[in-house]
């Protein structure tokens, strides 16, 4: 698809919660031309668990530099997960350090929070556990490290504390502030009550639009990477708001979109905010042009690492060949594998069947759960229309043709490892390939509804 943009060349940093990278995209395909990664770790020491920023700067600094001149570019967007806030000092270096939102906090500091966050109609933001509303995080530091606090002088989302190092130029966004910080109200466009209750307002950032190039790289910075023009940096955007954008330039409502990393993300494009369920891990985020698109999640990504890890490989093709035998046999995976958040917050693991099975037919349970556990969300949000797959289950044949079956709807896997860069990427301009390009999943598989009939009532039961 041919670009609408004066750049040859975009570079991308993309940050997610488990792994880091630097993505040099084609402005006229949109296609990636160079990617280097790196773990993204977290630190245990110090005051808190955090994010080791110095090591991702390094990172990134390192990136930039090998590809200033191979392939090159000409413009910088940036993309990181959500749930982190940066605080600065008056000499734009960390207050404190950038807190893991994984971290769980004293019950004293959870129920002192509790009663100072707005209610679920003004912010469309469900209590999540841990550091998962922003809000949470910055009251814990501020409670918790009143002296540190103090030292505070800028709040930032995450993917603006990137370019803020990049340009010197502070900057928040309306996608990381809508994604269940509790900080937002999406149906105003502004801050909540939170804002002032905590008493941040004259801290927090000027808010520009994710489209904004904030400025060029500083220009030591810019000698020391070896960019021989100056190069701007794109204010950036939530991740899975980045992999939802190509999505609305492309296509027209209602569809859903489920990006899928650590967190599986579903988009009800099209959908409304009235049926909504906070215990159940439904919300609102929102878009690059400050709309309310109704959501859901969970940690599916993880969830698949770690059964992945305790059960082994088996080739792709006898997964897929596997799902007739496991729906027949009963085998079937109940949530949670991680506590605490999605559509049954409350529920742990269970396995229903056999479960000394082959790798495959194990697989194939997981690949089933899944999609079980995407249906249900895309329930709970209204979602009609076709569903555009991003991220590492694109990949799963099984996990694809399960959710068709289940949706009874064309389910279309977007090619590439995430759709992240790409999304990114189109701040600047440019518009990736179209999603639809790939031949859409829309089969059945025998057995399946009653299957589905079963797990729900063990769900209940």
Not at 94 to 104: F, K, Q, R, S
Not at 265 to 274: K, P, R
Request: charged letters at 15%; glycine letters at 10%; aromatic letters at 8%.
């Amino acid at each position: 698809m041919t670009a609408v943009s004066a750049y040859r060349h975009i570079a991308v940093i993309d940050i997610g919660k488990t792994n880091a990278k630097v993505v040099v995209l084609d402005a006229e395909t949109g296609g990636e031309i160079a990617v280097v990664k790196t773990s993204n770790g977290v630190l245990k020491t110090g005051l808190y668990p955090h994010y080791d920023i110095e090591r991702l700067w390094d990172f990134i600094i390192s990136a930039l530099k090998g590809f200033a001149t191979t392939p090159g570019f000409d413009a910088i967007s940036i993309t990181t997960h959500g749930a982190s806030a940066v605080l600065l000092d008056v000499d734009g270096g960390l207050a404190l350090p950038v807190l893991d939102y994984e971290h769980t906090y004293p019950q004293a500091i959870q129920d002192a929070y509790g009663q100072l966050r707005p209610a679920f109609t003004e912010t469309f933001s469900p209590s999540l556990s841990g550091g998962l509303n922003v809000g949470a995080q910055i009251h814990y530091q501020k409670s918790v490290f009143p002296e540190d606090f103090a030292h505070v002088a800028t709040i930032l989302t995450y993917p603006q504390y990137w370019a803020y190092r990049l340009t010197g130029i502070a900057a928040s966004e309306v996608t990381s502030l809508g994604c269940h910080t509790d900080l937002w109200n999406p149906t105003t466009g502004t801050y909540s009550s939170l804002v002032d209750t905590l008493g941040i307002r004259t801290l927090m950032a000027p808010v520009r639009s994710a489209f904004d190039a904030l400025g060029p790289v500083l220009p030591a910075l810019a000698a020391d990477i070896g960019l021989a023009a100056p190069a701007p940096v794109y204010c950036g955007i939530h991740d899975s708001n980045a992999s939802l954008l190509p999505h609305l330039v492309e296509n027209e409502a209602p569809f859903a979109v489920v990006s899928t990393g650590t967190w599986v993300i579903n988009f009800a494009v099209g959908g409304d905010l009235e049926h909504l369920d906070p215990a159940r891990d439904a919300l609102a985020n929102v878009d690059a042009y400050g709309r309310a698109v109704p959501s859901s999640r969970f940690m599916g990504g993880r969830e698949f690492e770690i059964l992945a890890a305790d059960i082994g490989e088996a080739p792709p093709e006898a997964i897929e060949v596997a799902l007739e035998t496991v729906i027949g046999n009963g085998l079937m995976l109940l949530p949670n594998i991680v506590e605490g958040s999605g559509p049954f917050p409350d529920r742990k693991m269970q396995w229903i069947g056999d479960a000394s099975t082959s790798n495959a037919e194990r697989l194939a349970a997981v690949s089933l759960y899944l999609a079980l556990m995407t249906e249900a969300c895309l329930g709970l949000i209204g979602a009609k229309g076709p569903i555009f797959v991003e991220g590492p289950f694109a990949l799963n044949r099984a996990y694809l043709v399960a959710l068709s079956a289940l949706t009874r709807t064309d389910v279309i896997a977007v090619a590439g490892s995430t759709g992240t860069s790409q999304g990114a990427a189109l701040l600047t301009g440019i518009r990736p390939p179209a999603a639809t390009e790939n031949p859409p999943v829309h089969t059945d598989l025998p057995g399946l509804i009653r299957y589905r009939q079963t797990w729900r009532e063990a769900l209940a039961g």
